[in-house]
């Protein structure tokens, strides 16, 4: 049976050792795809925006069109700072539907054997 691994709350300078780790992660494997694809950087950062869209919208279409929209809000610069504080409950609220969707999937056969 599928068991999640349990969340961790890090610390200011946990979050940021991993989310330069994730940072270098991306480049490298962007370095990799761009080469064997033959493409830009940018183009394929932006196909793989699309990818995982589709991807996360195959979990739950609502939940993944509210993480979507609330990065957008997040990163308009037009927005004000009430408006961020909003959006990012929302972005917080939608990724936790998109877990508990990849939980269910995670949990359920599809084969007729047990996951």
Known sequence: MFQRKPEKLLSPDQEQMVRQKVRDALLAATDVACRAIGCTGISFVIMGTQR????????????AAKFYRALADIYDPASTDGKRAVAERKRRHAVDRLRLALDVDMQT???GRPN
């Not at 995982?52 to 939940?63: F, G, I, S, T």
Request: glycine share 0%.
């Open 109 to 111: 056969p599809t084969d």
């Open 52 to 63: 995982w869209a589709e991807d996360l919208a195959e979990l739950d279409q609502k939940a």
